[in-house]
């Protein structure tokens, strides 16, 4: 099975993170997949002369460059556009400042050929904060009716964590690039669609927070967009009145100063 993992790159991602990102999937159990990057405008000379050197290499498969920043929805179709004329048949999603657990992809590929019937699999993440050192298991739910379920509360798939069959994009299209929260938005069309999801209750991938982490999610546009969705799935989903509380009570949460907004989300997200 051909299986490619598809990640963006922009200008303040960090070399020292790209570099333990990359190494992390170099050192994978699973070792036949294929590396396709997007430069997501132009990047700091040290990030691009990092990535030319692993593409000179082999290391990365493809490397595609433009000038503009054009956000992540958009490069992400870039890639799993190349990925599907190249006939992948398996897209698995990475940040380029994340870390991979060493058998991540080894097992979702075991599971989704065990399983045909699962269009896309995600797992757990393990959060760890650069500034304060402090770690948190981020749980999601396991099977798929219990995902769409726990959608009612917040996103029950973790992106990063996500490999996902060319049939789900065939089923559900690409990215909506206008979109803030272009993942949210997929599984809502994918649930549509009929999809099945599935997560493994193992971290499979390390994400990086720091202390700025929830000031940075105050903003109105993205806590508007995030409570239309949460209606939409309501709507389509038949949540009822719980999915209608708790999309508006996302909206407000968004609104909250940082401490308080983390002292919910931590105890939301175990």
């Known amino acids: 099975m051909k299986t490619a993992v598809i990640m963006s790159a922009y200008k303040n991602d960090k070399l020292e993170y790209l ?18 990057v997007q430069c ?31 956000g992540l929805a958009f490069s992400l179709n870039e890639l799993v556009e190349v990925g599907l004329d190249l006939g992948y048949e398996y897209f698995i999603r990475m940040d380029a400042d994340d870390i991979c657990v060493t058998d991540r992809i080894k097992k979702q590929i075991e599971l989704m050929e065990r399983n045909q019937d699962i269009d896309i699999c995600g797992g ?20 798929s009716d219990e995902i769409l379920k726990g959608m009612q509360k917040r996103n029950s798939v973790a992106h990063v964590t996500t490999c996902m069959r060319k ?4 089923k559900v299209g690409l990215y909506d690039s206008s979109k803030m929260n ?28 720091n202390n700025a982490f929830f000031k940075r999610r105050k903003n109105i546009k993205r806590a508007k ?13 038949g949540f009822g009145v719980i999915g209608y509380i708790y999309a508006i009570g996302h909206f407000i949460l968004f609104m909250l100063p940082g401490e308080v907004k983390k002292i919910i989300y931590k105890f939301m997200r175990k």
């Open 225 to 237: 967009e995030v409570m239309q969705l949460k209606l939409k799935a309501t709507r389509l989903f």
């Open 182 to 209: 272009e993942d949210f938005d997929l599984w809502i069309r994918g649930f549509e669609k009929g999809c099945k999801f599935y997560n493994i209750q193992e971290v499979l991938v390390k994400v990086r927070t």
């Open 167 to 170: 049939s789900f994009f065939e």
């Open 124 to 143: 757990l993440i393990e959060e760890f904060n650069m500034d304060s050192g402090e770690k948190q298991i981020v749980k999601y739910p396991e099977k």
């Open 19 to 36: 570099k333990e990102c990359l190494e992390s999937l170099y050192n994978q159990t699973f070792k036949e997949f294929d590396i396709l």
């Open 40 to 70: 997501d405008g132009v990047l700091p000379t040290e990030l691009e002369s990092y990535l030319d050197k692993e593409f000179e290499n082999q290391r990365i498969k493809y490397l595609n460059k433009r000038d503009e920043n054009k």
